[in-house]
């Protein structure tokens, strides 16, 4: 079984890539972030004529979460509220949550708020919105032990997820308070399926558009699936795709696939 991970950057933009490359690499699910499409408009028959169901939390030019799965999913829902019912549903207004179960495995896409800059409101929005996904997660666990969390975290974790030459201290993506939260949640039971496999450096899974960050590989690995002991042990391999990188018109991320 593959499970694929991929911030697309608009999925009506990208569409052919998106299309092509499924078609291509006929993973189980593919896990989509950003598709900034509302869930009236998303682009279904693409996908549908390839053979796949898809579940989709989208909203107009911003944020957008979506699963396409080539078996039915079971248990789908969206946001925090479905799960915590005792939060503010303001929280859900952004759409970055879905999950559903494939073949017995739990299946969280997350789209996590990038912050802006360190100290500022929305810096203050993620770390609270990490928080609440620590809770979400606990819940989950509670009643299922096969899960696996994916999507654009908008966190390299360690100094190897990053390109030499940023100082990550205060770095938005890699400041401490980021990635202390993020640690905090992967003692729920989460490990990091790409570096079971990789442990040097060099390694990206998002590139700037901006100084030919891709050509001098530039880049940050922030686009990660995290996998519970039993699936941490079923894991085969987990890869970074450049290919559609290269593309023209490329979205700045890539595809990250998890193999069992």
């Not at 989509?32 to 989208?58: A, I």
């Not at 003692?187 to 001098?216: I, N, P, Q």
Request: glycine share 6%.
């Amino acid at each position: 079984m593959k499970i694929a991970t991929w911030n697309v950057n608009s999925i009506r933009t990208r569409l052919e890539h998106v299309v092509n490359w499924l078609s291509e690499n006929p993973v189980d699910v593919l896990c989509l972030q950003e598709t900034k499409v509302v869930d009236s408009n998303f682009p279904r028959l693409p996908f549908e004529e390839l053979g796949y169901h898809l579940y989709t939390s989208g909203q107009k030019a911003y944020n957008g979460v979506a699963l396409i799965s080539r078996e039915p999913l079971t248990d789908v829902s969206t946001g925090f509220t479905s799960i915590l019912a005792n939060i503010e549903p303001t929280w859900d207004e952004s759409k970055r949550v879905i999950t559903g179960v494939n073949n017995g495995i739990r299946i969280v896409n997350l789209y996590v708020p990038n912050g802006s800059a360190v100290g500022s409101e929305k810096y203050e929005y993620k770390l609270e919105w990490l928080k609440l996904l620590y809770e979400y997660l606990q819940f989950l666990l509670s009643s299922q032990t096969t899960i696996c969390v994916c999507g654009d975290f908008n966190i390299a974790l360690e100094p190897e997820d990053i390109h030499e030459g940023v100082i990550a201290e205060n770095h938005i993506m890699a400041s401490q308070l980021e990635r202390q939260a993020l640690r905090n949640i992967l003692t729920l039971g989460f490990a990091d399926a790409f570096r079971k496999f990789t442990t040097e450096g060099g390694y990206y899974s998002w590139w700037d558009y901006r100084a030919a960050a891709f050509r001098r590989n530039l880049g940050w690995r922030i686009d990660h699936h995290y996998l519970t002991s039993p699936l941490y042990e079923r894991a085969v391999s987990c890869t970074i795709d450049v290919a559609p990188r290269k593309l023209p018109q490329p979205s700045d991320h890539t595809p990250v696939i998890v193999e069992f």
